[in-house]
C-alpha cells in the first residue's frame, strides 16, 4: 500500500531525514514517534507530496509517486491529511465541511456520503452546526471525517490530538483508531506521545536524527528496543553499566540478567535497559537512595541513586510509604 524506500530529505544543505525505509499494508495503522526536530512531519511531507526526496522512492498502491526522477503532485496522489489545529473552515456548517472533497459528487451522493461520515464518526444530527459550536474532540472527528470521506487510499495525520486536553488523547486516539478500523482506512500518524501512539497504531516507529531506529509493534518496541535512542525515548527505565559473564549473561550492579535482556554498545561499555518494573525494593538487597516518587495510579515509581551515583528507576506498591532521601534496599525483579 504505502512503501517508502531508503528514503532521505532535506531543506537546503541540510539533510534532515536519512535512508528511512518502512511499508504499511492495506488497513493497517502505523505511527512516527519520536521527539521534537528527529524529521517526523517532513517524512509525511514527503509522502503526502510537500517535500521532494533527496533520495530513494516512495510508492503508493505499487506506483512511484516520489524519486529523483519523478514527483507526483499533492493533490494527486490520493491522499487524506488531518493536521494539528484541525483546520476546519469557519464559515462552513459540519455537513459543508465534511463534503468539501466531494465536489464531483452529484448532490444526493454527496449528502448521503455526508450522512454517513457523520454517523461513523458519531456525530448525528450536528451536520447544521458550526465548527465553534463543537468541543475540541468534535472538531477533531469532523476534520477526520472529512479527510475519509472522499475515500483516499492513505490518510496522514500530523499531531492531530496536539490541540486537546492531555487527559483526552488516549481516549480520543483510541476512539479515532475504531474509527480508522472500521473505515478500513489505511493510516500514518505523527505524535510525539508514546501513549498516544500505542492507543492507536498496529506499528510504532521511532525516529531519532533523521533515522527511523526501529518499526514494530507496542510490545516490541517497549519490551525489545532495537537501540539505545528507542530504549531511552520509549517508556521510563536507567540504561546501566554491564558486563558479560563467561556465561553470557549480564552482570550489573543489582546482579545477573539473561543473554537476551536488553542492551547496547555505548562509549561507556555495554549498558542494559532496567525499566522499573525490573527493579523491586526487598528487605535485603542493595543499597539505593530515594530521589524521588511519582505517584502513577496503581502504582509509585521511585527514582534511585545507588552508592556509586548511577540512577535507576523500581515500580513500587502504593503500601510503601518511603519518602525522598530515605534510604531502601533494592534487587533485580524476581520475575526476571
Ligand atoms: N522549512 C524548513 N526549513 C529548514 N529546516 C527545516 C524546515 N522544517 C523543518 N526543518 C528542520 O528539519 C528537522 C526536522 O524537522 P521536522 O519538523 O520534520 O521534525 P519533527 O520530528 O516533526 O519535530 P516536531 O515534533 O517538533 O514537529 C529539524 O531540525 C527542523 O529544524
Request: with cysteine; net charge neutral.
Amino acid at each position: 500500500m504505502l512503501e517508502v524506500k531508503n528514503v532521505s530529505l532535506g531543506y537546503g544543505n541540510h539533510i534532515v531525514v536519512q535512508n528511512v525505509s518502512m511499508r504499511l499494508d492495506q488497513g493497517e495503522i502505523g505511527c512516527l514517534l519520536g521527539p521534537s526536530g528527529c524529521g517526523k512531519t517532513t517524512l509525511l511531507r514527503a509522502i503526502a507530496g510537500f517535500e521532494p526526496v533527496r533520495a530513494g522512492q516512495i510508492d503508493l498502491q505499487g506506483k512511484t509517486v516520489a524519486s529523483l526522477a519523478q514527483h507526483v503532485p499533492p493533490q494527486a496522489r490520493d491522499i487524506g491529511m488531518v493536521f494539528q489545529d484541525h483546520a476546519l473552515f469557519p464559515h462552513l456548517s459540519v455537513g459543508d465541511n465534511i463534503g468539501f472533497g466531494l465536489h464531483r459528487m452529484a448532490k444526493p451522493l454527496r449528502a448521503a456520503r455526508v450522512q454517513e461520515m457523520l454517523e461513523l464518526v458519531g456525530l448525528e444530527g450536528m451536520g447544521q452546526r458550526w465548527p465553534h459550536e463543537l468541543s475540541g474532540g468534535q472538531q477533531q472527528r469532523v476534520a477526520l471525517a472529512r479527510a475519509l470521506a472522499p475515500r483516499p487510499s492513505l490518510l496522514l495525520m500530523d499531531e492531530p490530538f496536539s490541540s486537546l486536553d492531555t487527559s483526552m488523547r488516549e481516549s480520543i486516539a483510541r476512539e479515532v483508531r475504531a474509527i480508522l478500523k472500521q473505515a478500513k482506512a489505511t493510516a500514518l500518524m505523527v505524535t510525539h506521545d508514546q501513549n498516544e501512539a500505542f492507543a492507536m497504531a498496529d506499528n510504532v516507529g521511532v525516529m531519532a536524527r533523521g533515522q527511523l531506529m526501529q518499526w514494530g509493534n507496542a510490545v516490541q518496541v517497549y519490551c525489545a528496543p532495537a537501540t539505545q535512542d528507542v530504549a531511552q525515548f520509549v517508556g521510563d527505565g536507567a540504561l546501566v553499566p554491564a558486563q558479560a559473564t563467561a556465561g553470557g549473561q549480564w552482570q550489573t550492579a543489582l546482579g545477573l540478567l539473561p543473554a537476551g535482556h536488553p542492551h547496547y554498545q555505548t562509549a561507556q561499555g555495554v549498558q542494559v535497559l532496567l525499566r522499573p518494573e525490573h527493579v523491586a525494593v526487598v528487605e535485603k538487597g542493595v543499597r539505593a537512595q530515594v530521589r524521588e516518587r511519582t505517584f502513577r495510579g496503581s502504582h509509585f515509581v521511585f527514582e534511585l541513586e545507588l552508592p556509586d551515583g548511577q540512577a535507576v528507576m523500581a515500580k513500587v506498591s502504593l503500601n510503601a510509604l518511603y519518602g525522598a532521601c530515605e534510604s531502601v534496599q533494592i534487587a533485580l525483579s524476581p520475575e526476571l
